[in-house]
């Protein structure tokens, strides 16, 4: 048996022989000395710096949403100041403009489909985290998360198509004549169908999924013991959720809403397509109306001048504000019960 | 002791009276949540049943190859609009997909850090834009400047949407693979750039195009952002510098305008669009859970 | 008991080898310390390891010989807030001077780990010439590398066994068969030390065998340092034997010394079972 013979201890670099020329034996040994270390080093580097400038280009970009839309709405803003948040005057012709229409379009839209949504959404995240038998549990929450995956320009058609005149024809009369709402403000005037309340319904059910995955996701989250605890208590089961464990998952749950909060302030095209695109603030539900979203997509090929352009800018950068701390707020209430986010 | 007994016997449990109502309350609240299961899904059954009556009808091969007629005449197709779609998609895919990835690896690899969790929150919010928003941003920002409307802008747009959903997979799909496999990399000589393209990107792959996939389909889907960038063309056009025809802005033309033919072909490109969409959500699901099934081997 | 140890030994204490002259150790380490932040894992190590022996590190769970194993291929500082103090000399040379590159080490001390880790998007052939496709140098081309590839292979005792489907994924064989073409792409860069931390622990005893009859035959071409919790495998497969306790060594001897006349009473102690 050879005794392997060592090299002498040169900082050389490694010869450029391929090891399969190396016998098994006794390995042609080469100092591992200073190799490439500029080339790996180098290389390292480059990774590191590629992968963290990719990585900037997530707040960059935000910041440069931010500041053009900002910039090219700054001079509405400065024309017409705080008035441009509350009155009600569009007027293009006249180069008058006011987006409280918009805003309040917006506002009410949103909390219809929250207030139709929200029990929904709930409801069957309770049904699937607690109630239902596992061979129902996947399927059902596929089927409910699909709902997400729908375009928007989709719930359009089929709001135009189909529920509008399901609107018009069977259920506003059914509102305003045989429940007698049409006494109320809420109810009242013409109903062609376009409408806030046609918004607010196809707004409904586009919010849904989203409310109803978060709040499956916060519930699952809530450890078995809580449920267990309740229960050896003697709590039946609804009053295991009730009292162990929403309360557990509560700021999830909310956070869950007001990420579909967030959604409905922004969606454009169904809403667009439905709700009529009237600059009008009227209490009725019947009555067509505005969003900022749908304002935007209805005007902006035709702006007619610097100001219009601006004002809808200006519309764009309020509802861009806004969505922005409405998501902020719903991703720290979910981050806060651990769940993950959606 | 026996009159003891029956007397306990005979008395009423203390919670008896109360246990009734609250047991029958339970149950109702029990089917209450299963209808409000059942309910949310309605919505979905009807707009695909809706889709698939409406649709069907006017859905052919035709649809697929020949461009749209004027107006007056049935028939016709979409093929502009396709092609448009596919085109406005690899122009996404190249700025979204770079991005993506490569934020997604840097919040896999230095995850902990400040800078990190910043990144990672921001593009949740990034997720959360209007995408009406990114409509007129992209506007400002590719279309006034250049005085016209492209497909690049249009694609650009739709690209940046793609980032925050490519980034999060990416980072999750990465975080999956396990450290010891980092480890036998370095162990071998590989240099860190090395094994994390070559060994720890590529052993994540396949989940990330699985989530690359779904952001496509969203995207896929969006009119908003286009409206004001790519803007539409009745023509065949493939010139990324001009205005180019896409499916969901023909659809939402076409919906509101006043002609029936054109009616029928909207609900036909609807229907193309929806079984995109629904055929790719539908395979992630199930890619991603074999993927699963396998990593607990 | 010891005596059992050791006559169940394998035939690497029954033919001494007739060299008259020391060779020159393949590695050594100088005052060694290993940190994790602040916890202090190995502690003042200086050893020397001979060329063309096998070397087993043996002690009880946390003793730090799994760290100072790390250490010989500079994978312990791969570990966050990881740190070294001290020398480790390979041909002489301090591995951590700034000079050396710790990326050309590892193609001259390999390792081989616990679990069995193929690089699962690759196949078998693939796997085992991974660590070539980072060598520096003119690239192989393919009968090279398939050379390569079958040499480690029979090294690693896999040939037989996976001859016929080199092309498939390395994830479709067994635990034991990983295990194995972890060695072999250990192999194929030809190093001059294979380090393995507790090789067999994942393994069944038909393929733990295997492993050890080839660290038998590895000695004939390289240095092998094998960390192992299993004190009969260490009786079977070394020459030197190495005991730490608590990051300090406390002992190392041959073998055969080590197993029936232990000089420091915490190797007794250990090897005869009481604790561990």
Sequence with gaps: MQTPTLPATVTTPEPRTPPALAAPLAGSPAPPARVSIEGTVVADRVYRAAILGFALCVPILLLLIFVEVGIAGWPALRQFGFGFLTSSTWDPVAGQFGAAPAIAGTVITSIIALVIATPLALGGAIFLSDFAPSWVRQPLAFLIDLLAAVPSVVYGLWGVFFLLPLLREDVMPFLRDTLHLGATPFFRGPAYGPSVLAAGLILSIMVLPYIAAVSREVLMAVPRSQREAALALGATRWETITGAVIPFARSGIIGGVILGLGRALGETMAVTMVIGNRHELSASLFAPGYTMASLIANEFSEATSDVHLSALMAVGFVLLLITLVVNAVARWLVWQTGGSRS | MSATVARMQDAPHPRARGLARRRATSYVMVALTCVAASLAIVPLVAILGYLIRQGAGALSLDFFTSMPRPVGEAGGGMANAIVGTLILIGIASAVGLPVGIGAGLYLAERGGTRLANLVRFLADVLNGLPSIVMGIFAWEFLVRPIGHFSALAGGAAIGAMMIPLVTRTTEEMVRTVPQSLREAALALGFPRWRTSLQIVLRTAMGGIVTGVLVAVARVAGETAPLLFTAFGNQFFSTKLTQPIAALPLQLFVYAISPYDEWHAQAWAGALVLIALVLVISVMSRFVVRSKHGRAND | ?276
């Design chain 3, 1 to 276: 008991m010891t005596e059992a140890i050791v006559r169940s030994a394998s035939p690497a204490e029954d033919a001494p080898r007739a060299r008259e002259q020391p060779a020159a150790p393949a590695m050594q380490t100088r005052a060694l310390h290993a940190y994790f932040g602040a916890t202090h894992a190995v502690r003042d190590v200086s050893l020397e390891f001979p060329a063309n022996e096998v070397t087993a590190i043996i002690g009880p769970s946390g003793c730090g010989k799994s760290t100072l194993l790390r250490c010989l291929n500079r994978m312990h500082e791969t570990i966050p807030l990881a740190r070294v103090e001290g020398g480790v000399l390979f041909q002489s040379q301090n591995i951590y001077s700034p000079d050396v590159d710790p990326i050309a080490l590892r193609r001259h001390v390999g390792m081989v780990f616990q679990r069995p880790t193929p690089f699962p998007t690759m196949s078998i052939r693939d796997n085992v010439a991974a660590g070539l496709r980072v060598q520096p140098g003119e690239r192989l081309d393919r009968r090279q590398v398939d050379a390569i590839v079958e040499r480690a292979l029979v090294q690693a005792a896999l040939w037989d066994e996976v001859k016929d489907r080199l092309k498939s994924s390395a994830t479709g064989i067994s635990g034991g068969q990983q295990q194995r073409l972890c060695i072999a792409r250990a192999l194929a860069t030809a190093p001059q030390v294979l380090l393995l931390d507790e090789p067999t622990a994942s393994l069944d005893p038909l393929s733990t065998q295997k492993v050890e009859e080839l660290v038998y035959e590895l000695r004939k071409s390289m240095t092998v340092i094998i960390v192992t919790h299993n004190m009969q495998q260490a009786a079977r497969v070394s020459d030197r034997t190495v005991f730490m306790l608590s990051g300090e060594m406390v002992e190392t001897a041959s073998t055969r010394v080590m197993f029936t006349t232990p000089s420091d009473a915490r190797t007794e102690a250990y090897i005869t079972g009481r604790f561990g």
